[in-house]
Each structure stands twice: as C-alpha cells, then as structure tokens.
C-alpha cells in the first residue's frame, strides 16, 4: 500500500490513532546514514505492513526518513514465530 510521506511521518513519529507501530528496527549504517525497518500494523484490517527508512548518522546529516519521495511503499508482512537457541558459558550458570 501506498501512503503519502506526511502519513507516514506521522506513523514514524507515533502522531496517528490509525496505525500501530510493531518495531522500528535499526538494519545497517552506511557512511552517512542510520536504516532502519518499521513495521507497523493497520487497527482498522488488522493487516501489518513494513517499510524502509532512513536519517542522517550524523548531526552533519541532514537526512529525513522518506525526504525525497511524495509516497511511500508500505509491503505487506505478516508476523512468524521462531525460537531462538542461546548458548552460555558454564560459568555464568554458577
């Protein structure tokens, strides 16, 4: 689904009663930017979308999320259970 970039600041900044926010996880810095990937979910359809930003890594940055596009690309996602193995050392079991 497609959103207008001001919808979605106001998902990004939590200003909208319409959608949800699941995570605003970091993906990878490049030189100049922090990526991240925010999943949000729709309260009306229950339906959970995800979409790409980022912003400057530094105060020099002046990077916005989304600062060049009029809309932006919200794909479908739907959640998945996993279990995660950890391994400790013995002796922090102690």
């Given at each position: 689904?497609?959103?207008?970039?001001?919808?979605?600041?106001?998902?990004?900044?939590?200003?909208?009663?319409?959608y949800?926010?699941?995570?605003?996880?970091?993906?990878?810095?490049t030189?100049?930017?922090?990526?991240?990937?925010?999943?949000?979910?729709?309260?009306?359809?229950?339906?959970?979308?995800?979409?790409?930003?980022?912003?400057?890594?530094?105060?020099y940055?002046?990077?916005?999320?989304?600062?060049?596009?009029?809309?932006?690309?919200?794909?479908?996602?739907?959640?998945?259970?996993?279990?995660?193995?950890?391994?400790?050392?013995?002796?922090?079991?102690?």
């Open positions: 689904m497609y959103l207008s970039r001001e919808v979605a600041l106001d998902i990004l900044y939590d200003e909208t009663d319409k949800q926010i699941i995570e605003d996880k970091y993906v990878e810095n030189r100049w930017s922090i990526n991240s990937r925010l999943v949000i979910q729709d309260l009306e359809t229950k339906k959970y979308y995800a979409a790409y930003h980022s912003k400057g890594a530094t105060e940055q002046d990077e916005e999320p989304w600062e060049d596009d009029n809309e932006v690309l919200f794909t479908e996602v739907f959640p998945e259970e996993r279990t995660t193995i950890i391994y400790k050392a013995l002796s922090t079991l102690r």
